[in-house]
């Protein structure tokens, strides 16, 4: 079992940043996949970005398009993921929620949310115009 924390979010305006963060406890930490999602009203949980373990301290990520160069995931050494958004702009207002998932899958392939096994509670996100 793995237990899932996601903390950070708010309400900023447009153009600001924030970083949030998922913290993990249970199972060892880095045989997952690490993936971050969000959820506004009335609309289905969309990939964020994915993130696993290449050994040491290196790690992959993979970003969906219509985040690439604003958000950023990584990692401490311990439990915790982060995703670091910049350029917030209101259409970015969701539920934002990180999730553990298999590490035998490609990253490439994480984009899909019936791949990952654990979920966190979820953190609000609100960007005013």
């Known amino acids: 079992q793995v237990q899932l924390v996601e903390s950070g979010g708010g309400l900023v305006q447009a153009g600001a940043s924030l970083r949030l963060s998922c913290t993990a406890s249970g199972r060892t930490f880095s045989s997952y996949t690490m993936g971050w999602f969000r959820q506004a009203p009335g609309k289905e949980r969309q990939f964020l970005s994915a993130l696993n373990w290449g050994g040491g301290n290196s790690y992959y990520t993979y970003y969906a398009d219509s985040v690439k160069g604003r958000f950023t995931s990584s990692r401490d050494a311990k439990s915790t993921v982060y995703l670091q958004m910049n350029s917030l702009k209101p259409e970015d207002s969701a539920v934002y929620f990180c999730?553990?998932?298999?590490?035998?899958?490609?990253?490439?392939?994480?984009?899909?949310?019936?791949?990952?096994?654990?979920w966190g509670q979820g953190t609000q996100v609100t960007v005013s115009s």
């Open positions: 999730a553990a998932g298999s590490s035998r899958f490609a990253i490439e392939t994480m984009i899909k949310k019936e791949l990952y096994d654990y």
